[in-house]
């Protein structure tokens, strides 16, 4: 069983705006720390943002800019990151991740124990 699976992803224009969600079906990982990763084909999995499980001090990495908003619901047991403004840089592949601490150290790939499928998101010019 999957213990995070994502969903919300989809074909946007630039400038566009989605909302993904991941719902996190593992309850042992349901109130500790929660990530969301990108990869684009031929680059490397990056760090996008990070929320802690009392949501507090969001982590984000320089590239969002101010454009990304990460929270969470923990009665629904899911993680959101709302995508706003988005590039054509911003096509890839997005994926949740819990570290499995009730706080987020950092927005290392290697910090992260469980992962879900990704859900993908693709902006046009």
């Known amino acids: 069983q999957v213990p995070l699976v994502e969903s919300g992803g989809g074909s946007v224009q630039t400038g566009g705006s989605l909302r993904l969600s991941c719902t996190i079906t593992?309850?042992?990982?349901?109130?500790?720390?929660a990530a969301w990763f990108r990869q684009a084909p031929g680059n490397e999995r990056e760090g996008v943002a990070a929320?802690?499980?009392?949501?507090?001090?969001?982590v984000y990495a320089e590239f969002v800019k101010g454009r990304f908003t990460i929270s969470r619901n923990n009665a629904k047991n899911t993680v959101y990151l709302e995508l706003n403004s988005l590039q054509p840089e911003d096509t890839a592949t997005y994926y949740c991740?819990?570290?499995?601490?009730?706080?987020?150290?950092?927005?290392?790939?290697?910090?992260?124990?469980?992962w879900g499928q990704g859900t993908q998101v693709t902006v046009s010019s």
């Open positions: 991740a819990t570290a499995g601490t009730d706080y987020c150290f950092s927005l290392l790939v290697a910090s992260y124990s469980f």
């Open positions: 593992a309850t042992t990982y349901s109130n500790k720390c």
């Open positions: 929320i802690s499980a009392t949501s507090l001090t969001p």
